[in-house]
């Protein structure tokens, strides 16, 4: 069964230092999502992107984070200076063309930032 | 922001009989409503879908209904299994409005099936 990837499992970083967090959708998919989930807190929406550009973005979202999707497999979420609250489980997501069609979700990123 | 809100954080039920998880929203431009379920150190897995047209809608042990005046749902697990323990979270988007489809979660309740 076709599956969400990410990678690494955990990143541990230090404040102010750049951070890649890497995904790879289900292949036939073209929606693609990053969420964050603070400890203890719910699931929030950071991104979506579709066709090579973001469709939409949260406030969180600010002008630290970046997505790309630079080979046609891989999906990226860029984090430039990394501060304390960005310590979370980020989570990567794809769909299909609807947007009826379920996400699914990969097993998730733990950032820890010191 | 509390679109979507999931006022129970726990629940424990006994193997065998129904569990109850339930969801309230305020945004009545939802009309997509997911349920996920997920274990810890894991990404939430995808359990059971309803659109606003429908009212209930049923996969194997899992049945969702969707009470749109109320706006409230409900996922009902019948029986409960041990290894339904985890936490549940509802999801919900505008589906119709909003091609992106980002989803908005609920805050999770704890399930905790005993044998």
Partial sequence: ?114 | DQQVKQNSPSLSVQEGRISILNCDYTNSMFDYFLWYKKYPAEGPTFLISISSIKDKNEDGRFTVFLNKSAKHLSLHIVPSQPGDSAVYFCAASEALYNQGGKLIFGQGTELSVKP
């Fill in chain 1, 1 to 114: 069964e076709p599956e969400v990837t990410q990678t690494p499992s955990h990143q541990v970083t230090q404040m102010g230092q750049e951070v890649i967090l890497r995904c790879v959708p289900i292949s036939n998919h073209l929606y693609f999502y990053w969420y964050r989930q603070i400890l203890g807190q719910k699931v929030e929406f950071l991104v979506s992107f579709y066709n090579n550009e973001i469709s939409e973005k949260s406030e969180i979202f600010d002008d630290q984070f970046s997505v790309e999707r630079p080979d046609g497999s891989n999906f990226t979420l860029k984090i430039r200076s990394t501060k304390l609250e960005d310590s979370a489980m980020y989570f990567c997501a794809s769909r299909g063309l609807l947007s009826t069609d379920t996400q699914y979700f990969g097993p998730g990123t733990r950032l820890t930032v010191l």
